[in-house]
């Protein structure tokens, strides 16, 4: 297990967030501080025991690339739902269509009984993909309430503490 410099706390991210668009650089490099792994390819008897599973082999470059992209689909989101936005201005059908596409982005990694050769996308994926579930259901409730979706960074993040 390695540890983020500075992702003990939120604060550090949401500085960052709000400096567009060096905040894209710098949420890359704050994240991929710790995502110096490889995907090990997994042994044969873990393939076997998972018989009904998809099998979806990625490589570095090409997690690396659905990353970045969720790198900036993520920025959109605070953006949109940063608690200082007055609620008359709140655009609720961008916040679940970003959502949709974090989601969507994120099923192409992993999650939904896919096996792929990153272990930690097979441990956290379905967690990662429940909160952005349960931040688009606050998000449908009236009024709006956007603070999961605002915090989903560390949804991001709890998979990367295990990187
Ligand atoms: C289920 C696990 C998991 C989740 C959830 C996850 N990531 Fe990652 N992320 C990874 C892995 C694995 C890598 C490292 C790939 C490598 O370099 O070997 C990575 C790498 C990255 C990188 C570095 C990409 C590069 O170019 O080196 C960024 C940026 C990133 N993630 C952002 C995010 C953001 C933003 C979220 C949330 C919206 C997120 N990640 C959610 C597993 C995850």
Do not use: K, W
Not at 3 to 16: H, N
Not at 37 to 49: F, M, W
Not at 53 to 82: C, D, F, N
Request: hydrophobic letters at 45%; a positive charge.
């Amino acid at each position: 297990m390695r540890t983020v410099p500075g992702a003990g706390s939120v604060d550090p991210i949401r500085a960052r967030v709000r400096r567009r668009p060096s905040a894209v650089l710098g949420l890359a490099l704050l994240l991929s501080a710790c995502a110096a792994i490889r995907g090990a390819p997994p042994d044969e008897a873990s393939v076997a025991a998972r018989p009904a599973t998809v099998y979806h082999a990625m490589s570095r470059p090409e997690i690396q690339g659905h990353m970045r992209v969720l790198a900036e689909e993520l920025l959109t989101l605070v953006g949109l739902t940063a608690p200082e936005v007055p609620a008359a201005a709140v655009n609720r059908d961008e916040v679940l269509a970003s959502l949709g596409r974090i989601a969507g982005r994120a099923r192409q990694v992993g999650g939904g009984g896919t096996f792929t050769n990153y272990s930690v996308v097979n441990d956290y994926m379905d967690a990662f993909l429940e909160d952005v579930a349960l931040s688009s259901e606050f998000a449908r409730r009236e009024p709006p309430n956007l603070v999961p979706a605002n915090r989903l960074v560390q949804s991001c993040l709890s998979c990367h503490r295990s990187l």
